[in-house]
């Protein structure tokens, strides 16, 4: 058999990367299956690259955040955040399983209807509500969380056209000792601003409070936040009822819980810094006890997205090619890059492979297709020499990639779905020149 020459190559090992798993130049993750599935089966029936889902670990994920809520609070609602990954398939699990439908926009509403969720079930969020569409909104008695005077002023409009009081929340934002502080959205409670729209909203006569919201951040790897969050929430709640004569049915404490992803820069591991689910839950319920100052108490709802769906996404790749560049590394080139991996910018992914190989790891970094220097998965990782055809699994990536992917250069991937059954079905085609040209002139 005649082997191919390969000029030898000097390269500096950091040692620095060995872990209580060994040498990094023998260690090797590896992964076959997703739920049971073989991962050479996935690709060779649907392609490559493809995003896998399991609908298990959806469950397990929705199942224990539940409990850990319902254990310590009477009244929680869920709502799933369709920004975070808003696949069809997805979201009706999710409303299966007793979720209602949290939307920023008019497109996610519209998804949201279609999907069969009624109006009152829908949790109108964002910074920009098309009038027209916050009119949809109110005649299909969604709950619609206002976020600036300008839409104050849409839905006092929305309140003469139709000759009615309109029931609405307030989302506001405040100082939880987090930076960046989320000051875009909302009104400030510190400087008073929240109230005063509140003042505005009874002086008029034209809505009135039925709910408090806040998202304080994204990430959060503090509880503590959410308990001053909730504080806050309960004290205004209070100052809103007592001089208003009002009735805050609920508040909303967003969402913003850590998925097991690594952060880059962070150098512990997510098992380590990311507060537990009894942490989140037990700030949040402990200040609403604590600070309640009503008879009864608020219906609690959670917009959670991240915690609930990151760890139930993979994205298969193969390796289509390599190079060795000029300081020695070897490049691999995937057929899957940033266009459709949008969170590679701030998370260290899991990547495993298809089997094990043979001979020691080398620094390699991993390149996408794209015709863009920018285009990189990893950029420092050891791996052994892997062939032509190398499965790659990514994990995880269930939040937020797919719906930022971008449909650049490259045809966004098909997604399958494995249910709880253990079978693998399609939930998404590949994108091809029929679906990118469609209305197109």
Same mark, same amino acid.
Request: charged share 25%; with cysteine; net charge negative.
């Given at each position: ?55 298990? +670990? ?17 009244? &929680? ?9 808003? !696949? ?13 439908? $949290? ?13 069969? &969720? ?19 909104? &109110? ?21 003469? $056209? ?30 008073? $601003? ?33 308990? !001053? ?74 917009? +959670? ?5 990151? $760890?139930?996404?993979?994205? !298969? ?51 996408? =297709? ?13 791996? =052994? ?10 994990? =995880? ?28 079905? !399609? ?15």
């Amino acid at each position: 058999m005649t082997q191919t020459y390969e000029k030898p190559t000097i390269n500096k090992i950091d040692f620095a990367m060995a872990s209580k798993y060994g040498s990094p130049l023998k260690t090797q993750k590896i992964r076959q299956s997703i739920d049971g599935v073989p991962i050479a089966e996935l690709s060779e029936k649907f392609g490559s690259p493809l995003f896998v889902y399991s609908q298990k +670990t959806i469950e397990e994920k929705y199942n224990t955040l539940k409990e850990a809520f319902t254990s310590r609070y009477p009244d &929680v609602q869920f709502s799933w955040s369709y920004k975070t990954n808003y !696949l069809n398939a997805i979201c009706k699990i999710y409303h299966d399983l007793g979720s209602i439908a $949290e939307v920023v926009s008019e497109f996610e509403y519209q998804k949201a209807r279609a999907l069969g &969720v009624e109006g009152k079930d829908i949790i109108f969020n964002g910074p920009y509500k098309p009038k027209e569409d916050l009119k949809i909104a &109110v005649q299909e008695g969604a709950k619609i969380h206002v976020d600036n005077l300008f839409e104050l002023g849409d839905l006092e409009a929305i309140a003469d $056209e139709l000759n009615i009081t309109i029931p609405v929340a307030i989302r506001i934002n405040m100082n939880t000792g987090v930076y960046p502080q989320w000051s875009r959205f909302g009104f400030n409670y510190e400087n008073g $601003e929240a109230l005063e729209a509140v003042k505005r909203m009874y002086a008029k006569g034209k809505l009135y409070l039925v709910g408090i919201h806040s998202h304080i951040g994204t990430f959060m790897l503090d509880a503590n936040a959410y308990r !001053l969050a909730t504080m806050k929430i309960m004290q205004l709640k209070h100052q809103v009822e007592e001089t208003f004569d009002a009735n805050i049915a609920y508040i909303d404490l967003g969402g913003g819980f850590a998925s097991k992803s690594n952060l880059k820069g962070v150098y512990q591991s997510a098992e380590v810094i990311i507060p537990t689910v009894d942490d989140y839950a037990e700030a949040i319920t402990g200040a609403i006890y604590e600070f309640n100052r009503s008879d009864t108490l608020p219906q609690l709802y959670l917009e +959670t997205g991240r915690h609930l769906i990151d $760890e139930a996404g993979y994205l !298969l790749t193969s390796v289509q090619g390599w190079k060795r560049f000029p300081d020695g590394k070897k490049g691999y080139v995937l057929d899957a890059g940033v266009n459709i991996l949008y969170t590679s910018t701030w998370y260290n992914f899991n990547i495993e492979l298809d089997k094990r190989y043979e001979g020691d790891n080398e620094p390699s970094m991993l390149n996408g =297709p794209l015709c863009m220097n920018i285009d990189i998965i990893e950029e420092n990782l050891m791996l =052994p020499a892997l062939d032509r055809g190398t499965i790659l699994s990514i994990s =995880p990536v269930g939040a937020y990639n797919y719906t930022q992917a971008m449909q650049f250069i490259r045809y966004k991937p098909a997604v399958v779905l494995i249910d709880t059954e253990g079978k693998a079905r !399609l939930i998404k085609e590949v994108d091809n020149l029929a679906t990118i040209n469609y209305r197109e002139v």
